[in-house]
């Protein structure tokens, strides 16, 4: 699975950013996608996951401010990121869980100033 991510940028601190994740599969194929992260010096780590069923889930610090969901005609997956805080600056990646193998998209850059 190919997965091409967009929607990084720089935002101050409140506001509103929205990730576009398009996968080179129909999303009804794949078990779960999800968005990562990873800040400088720190770990990848979830943030949100939504299955092929339409169940999310989310990270606690994220929860009440971020909201993961899909367009099945455009195939594509968003994270829509509101209330954005400085600790939210990271890499944002996009992943795949699909019969039984991890796939990974190229980053997205997302800088929230204070």
């Known amino acids: 699975v190919q997965l091409q991510a967009s929607g990084g940028g720089f935002v101050q601190a409140g506001g509103s950013l929205r990730l576009s994740c398009v996968p080179s599969?129909?999303?009804?194929?794949?078990?779960?996608v999800g968005w990562y992260r990873q800040a400088p010096g720190k770990q990848r780590e979830l943030v949100a996951g939504?299955?092929?069923?339409?169940?999310?889930d989310y990270a606690d610090p994220v929860k009440g401010r971020f909201t993961i969901s899909r367009d099945n005609a455009k195939n594509t997956v968003y994270l829509q990121m509101n209330s954005l805080k400085p600790e939210d600056t990271a890499v944002y990646y996009c992943?795949?869980?699909?019969?039984?193998?991890?796939?990974w998209g190229q980053g997205t850059l997302v800088t929230v100033s204070s």
């Open positions: 599969r129909t999303i009804f194929s794949i078990n779960t």
């Open positions: 992943n795949a869980q699909y019969r039984g193998g991890s796939f």
């Open positions: 939504i299955t092929s069923g339409g169940t999310t």
